[in-house]
């Protein structure tokens, strides 16, 4: 589910061609964007969107919560789901360190703690593992691929120098 932001067909096949078995963004609830922030009446679409989409089938799911965390009702798209799940898992993909440290901070202050983060900091392994460092939160470059063995973890980080 693309919960945030400007509906794109070209993202909800991305979706499918991934596996996904339903894919949706705010066009299926009755809106064109999410856009502007401050938007009236956007906690009950949200919760509404959420509550249809928990009531398929499904082993998880994902959502995409538009192109930055404080754009298009981000913000009131996480707290209803918080209010809805405790147990998420939020991988925040950040195109430099600096916006993953100010995402960690904006999310910690509704409650939620980032599992991974991946993005474009993450694209050499030294900006992966500067990202990691500053963020205290394990970094992985998702589209070059994940190696276990050659993958830096915090514990790994002293030793890159």
Do not use: W
């Not at 064109?32 to 919760?47: C, E, H, K, L, N």
């Not at 404080?70 to 996480?78: D, I, M, Q, S």
Request: with cysteine; charged share 15%.
């Amino acid at each position: 589910m693309k919960a945030a932001g400007t509906p794109s067909v070209a993202e909800i096949a991305i979706y499918q061609d991934f596996g996904a078995a339903h894919a949706f963004d705010c066009i299926d609830f009755g809106l064109s964007t999410t856009y502007p922030s401050g938007r009236v009446g956007m906690s009950d679409i949200f919760a509404n969107a959420l509550d249809f989409c928990r009531s398929l089938p499904a082993e998880a799911l994902v959502v995409e919560c538009g192109g930055d965390v404080l754009g298009a009702n981000v913000p009131k798209f996480l707290a209803c789901l918080k209010a809805r799940r405790t147990d998420l898992e939020v991988i925040l993909a950040a195109a430099h360190a600096l916006g993953a440290i100010g995402a960690k901070r904006m999310l910690a202050e509704i409650g939620l703690t980032i599992s991974l983060i991946t993005g474009p900091c993450t694209d050499t392994p030294a900006m992966c593992a500067r990202t990691q460092t500053l963020c205290g939160i394990s970094a992985v470059n998702m589209a070059r691929g994940f190696d276990h063995e050659k993958q830096p973890y915090l514990s790994d980080v002293a030793a890159l120098g």
